[in-house]
């Protein structure tokens, strides 16, 4: 598995989680993985969009 097809499959997990409250057992079931495993996949895939959404201009600061 390539890691686009890897992060698209972890996107699906997350929206499925998020947006449709699908629990983590019904989407391993999907994706013929345990619910740590879904669990693991879904948390990591959120830790990438904190840290994206993290990086952003304070409006504070003066730039050097």
Not at 11 to 36: F, P, S
Request: proline share 0%; charged share 40%; aromatic share 8%.
């Amino acid at each position: 598995m390539s890691d686009l097809d890897y992060d698209k499959r972890a996107k699906d997990m997350y929206q499925m989680h998020v947006n449709e409250y699908r629990t983590l057992t019904a989407i391993g079931k999907r994706y013929g993985l345990t619910k740590e495993r879904v669990r693991q996949i879904v948390n990591k895939y959120k830790e990438g969009l904190v840290d994206v959404q993290d990086i952003r201009t304070s409006g504070d600061r003066e730039d050097h």
